[in-house]
């Protein structure tokens, strides 16, 4: 990084390893506060793995705080060990259990441990294709899968007074939705605890017999009710929200499913339309493009997981689209990981279907769509803009990926392998390799400080479309990093919205 304000310019130095090169070589220290001293444990154990450029996640204390239990992954992140330390001596005790899985292994929760039975933990894992819960002791011994079926538990929420029960969030009833659930976890029995259509959030008793449980959705604004868990009653409602935006003229907000680039898989879109659309008149359209992992844009929320930019946007006359491709989270492992080893490219067929069922629409301008997004959207913008110049007039990319290689180490080989390993879909997802077929408007906007995708991608794309003879619109914001927040996102919003007008529409 440079730091511009210093009258002479000075350099920040930050680690930032990208995929494919020396990594990071880490371990846990345990400090002891009366004493003052640091205890490290013995993580690098070369009889257990033969590197030291491991992944130590997921840390977790046992109830007696006398053990320390890490989710080790080897740097190819496609085996994880799960082993516990003894804190008095660092020294390492034992492997519970492993997983593996040849794309990736990705746990992203501690192991969360029973009350009354310190020798028991509930684990997540996608090892059956959906994130479900799982019971064990700390012999490493399973004792049953708690959960299971085609859909995500998303969350842990706690125990009920004798640990007979555990309350848990899960997308079992509606893949845009969240409700909540008791589950049993001697019979596996799941109760349904929040039936109100949309994304639930709950606060439950300790005794695990009442819950307060606030809620919303495309429909609804926001509820807040208080229930009996064990007789299913509403015993009080809290607040109903009144429509906030009551006062403006609202854009119309629809949900609804297309098919996958293969056919056969649900992708589910958000269609936003102009207020007080005209009949016969054709309106330019934007489509909103994220479609990395771990995200998941269209929710049964209030505005269907949008926010008042894309409201402003329709009221000012344009038609807003976004449809989560695969490669998206909450739908199930082979749903997310079939984009491994070539990110951008199934991602961007499912696009195209969403392009198609757009153009299907008679109040859709065909000649006037464009696209935006930031980050993993930034990259599937540019790429959609290169790839498809017959369909995107416009398109507005913020902190885009542009090189893999280029991208840090544990994301980067995470869903791409390293370069080394993986050259053929480094080379085929590469976009200064594509500048050559820029057409159309294109504007790039990045922050010079930013620390997740480094300033280098952006400027090297400017230069191969220098190099290809090609015209491109960039701006940049300074002094922020990896996303225009505070004040100045008025300005990044005016920035995008005034290139829409003078270009798109």
């Given at each position: 990084?440079?730091?511009?304000?210093a009258?002479?310019?000075?350099?920040?130095?930050?680690?930032?390893?990208?995929?494919?090169?020396?990594?990071?070589?880490v371990?846990?220290?345990?400090?002891?506060?009366?004493?003052?001293?640091?205890r490290?444990?013995?993580?690098?154990?070369?009889?257990t793995?033969?590197e030291n450029?491991?992944?130590?996640?997921?840390?977790?204390?046992?109830?007696e705080e006398?053990?320390?239990?890490?989710?080790?992954?080897?740097?190819?992140?496609n085996?994880?060990?799960?082993?516990?330390?003894?804190?008095?001596?660092?020294?390492?005790?034992?492997?519970?259990?492993?997983?593996?899985?040849?794309?990736?292994?990705e746990?992203?929760?501690?192991?969360?441990?029973?009350?009354?039975h310190p020798d028991?933990?509930?684990?997540?894992?996608l090892?059956d294709?959906?994130?479900?819960?799982?019971?064990?002791?700390?012999?490493?011994?399973?004792i049953?899968?708690?959960?299971?079926?085609?859909?995500?538990?998303?969350?842990?929420?706690?125990f009920?007074?004798?640990a007979?029960?555990?309350?848990?969030?899960?997308n079992?009833?509606?893949a845009?939705?969240?409700a909540a659930y008791?589950?049993?976890?001697?019979?596996?029995?799941m109760?349904?605890?929040?039936?109100?259509?949309?994304?639930?959030?709950?606060?439950i008793?300790?005794?695990?017999?009442?819950m307060?449980?606030?809620?919303?959705?495309?429909?609804?604004?926001?509820?807040?009710?208080?229930?009996?868990?064990a007789?299913?009653?509403?015993l009080?409602?809290?607040?109903?929200?009144s429509?906030?935006?009551?006062?403006?003229?609202?854009?119309?907000?629809?949900?609804g499913?297309?098919?996958?680039?293969?056919?056969k898989?649900?992708?589910?879109y958000?269609l936003?339309?102009?207020p007080n659309?005209k009949?016969?008149?054709?309106?330019?359209?934007?489509?909103?493009?994220?479609?990395?992992p771990?995200?998941?844009?269209v929710?049964?929320?209030?505005?269907?997981?949008g926010?008042?930019?894309?409201?402003?946007l329709?009221q000012q006359?344009?038609?807003?689209?976004?449809?989560?491709?695969?490669?998206?989270?909450n739908?199930?492992?082979?749903?997310?990981?079939?984009t491994?080893?070539?990110?951008?490219?199934?991602?961007?067929?499912?696009?195209?279907e969403?392009?198609?069922?757009l153009?299907?629409?008679?109040?859709?301008?065909k000649?006037r769509?464009?696209?935006?997004?930031?980050?993993?959207?930034?990259?599937?913008t540019?790429?959609?803009?290169?790839?498809?110049?017959?369909?995107?007039?416009?398109?507005?990319?913020?902190?885009?990926?542009?090189?893999?290689?280029w991208?840090?180490?544990?994301?980067?080989?995470?869903?791409?392998?390293?370069?080394?390993?993986?050259?053929?879909?480094?080379?085929?997802?590469?976009?200064t390799?594509k500048?050559?077929?820029?057409?159309?408007?294109?504007?790039v906007?990045?922050?010079?400080?930013?620390?997740?995708?480094v300033?280098?991608?952006?400027?090297?794309?400017?230069?191969?479309?220098?190099?290809?003879?090609?015209?491109?619109d960039?701006?940049?914001y300074?002094?922020?990093?990896?996303?225009?927040r505070?004040?100045d996102?008025?300005?990044?919003?005016?920035k995008?919205?005034?290139?829409?007008?003078?270009?798109?529409?």
């Amino acid at each position: 990084m440079v730091n511009t304000t210093a009258r002479i310019a000075r350099e920040q130095p930050f680690k930032y390893p990208m995929a494919g090169m020396k990594s990071h070589e880490v371990t846990v220290g345990v400090y002891d506060v009366a004493k003052k001293t640091v205890r490290y444990l013995d993580s690098r154990r070369e009889e257990t793995i033969a590197e030291n450029e491991n992944y130590l996640t997921n840390l977790c204390w046992s109830p007696e705080e006398d053990y320390l239990y890490i989710a080790k992954i080897n740097r190819e992140q496609n085996h994880m060990w799960m082993e516990r330390y003894d804190v008095s001596d660092g020294e390492f005790d034992t492997v519970l259990f492993e997983e593996t899985n040849p794309r990736y292994v990705e746990p992203c929760d501690p192991m969360i441990f029973v009350p009354g039975h310190p020798d028991q933990f509930l684990w997540f894992s996608l090892r059956d294709g959906y994130k479900h819960l799982y019971l064990y002791n700390t012999d490493g011994q399973l004792i049953k899968q708690v959960t299971s079926g085609s859909y995500e538990v998303e969350g842990f929420i706690g125990f009920d007074a004798k640990a007979e029960n555990i309350f848990i969030y899960a997308n079992k009833e509606s893949a845009t939705g969240r409700a909540a659930y008791r589950v049993s976890l001697k019979s596996g029995e799941m109760t349904l605890l929040t039936p109100a259509k949309g994304t639930h959030t709950v606060i439950i008793n300790p005794a695990g017999t009442a819950m307060i449980d606030i809620y919303n959705s495309v429909e609804n604004p926001g509820t807040a009710k208080v229930v009996d868990i064990a007789k299913g009653k509403e015993l009080a409602t809290l607040y109903q929200l009144s429509n906030p935006l009551a006062d403006y003229a609202m854009p119309g907000i629809q949900l609804g499913t297309i098919k996958a680039a293969d056919g056969k898989t649900d992708l589910h879109y958000r269609l936003i339309t102009p207020p007080n659309m005209k009949a016969g008149e054709k309106y330019p359209t934007l489509v909103y493009v994220y479609g990395g992992p771990h995200s998941q844009l269209v929710t049964d929320t209030w505005l269907g997981g949008g926010n008042l930019y894309f409201t402003f946007l329709a009221q000012q006359g344009y038609v807003v689209f976004t449809v989560d491709n695969r490669g998206t989270d909450n739908r199930g492992f082979e749903f997310e990981s079939c984009t491994h080893r070539q990110l951008g490219t199934i991602e961007m067929a499912d696009q195209m279907e969403g392009v198609k069922f757009l153009q299907s629409l008679p109040y859709v301008d065909k000649d006037r769509m464009g696209v935006e997004g930031w980050s993993f959207g930034g990259f599937m913008t540019i790429s959609l803009k290169l790839a498809h110049p017959e369909v995107f007039k416009v398109g507005c990319a913020g902190g885009p990926v542009i090189d893999w290689k280029w991208y840090e180490i544990m994301y980067g080989e995470r869903y791409m392998d390293t370069p080394q390993e993986n050259p053929e879909g480094y080379a085929n997802n590469c976009l200064t390799s594509k500048a050559k077929d820029l057409e159309g408007r294109l504007l790039v906007i990045h922050g010079a400080e930013d620390n997740t995708v480094v300033w280098q991608h952006s400027i090297e794309f400017i230069d191969a479309c220098i190099k290809a003879g090609k015209q491109v619109d960039y701006f940049v914001y300074p002094h922020h990093e990896h996303n225009v927040r505070g004040i100045d996102r008025i300005h990044l919003y005016e920035k995008m919205f005034d290139y829409y007008e003078t270009f798109l529409k």
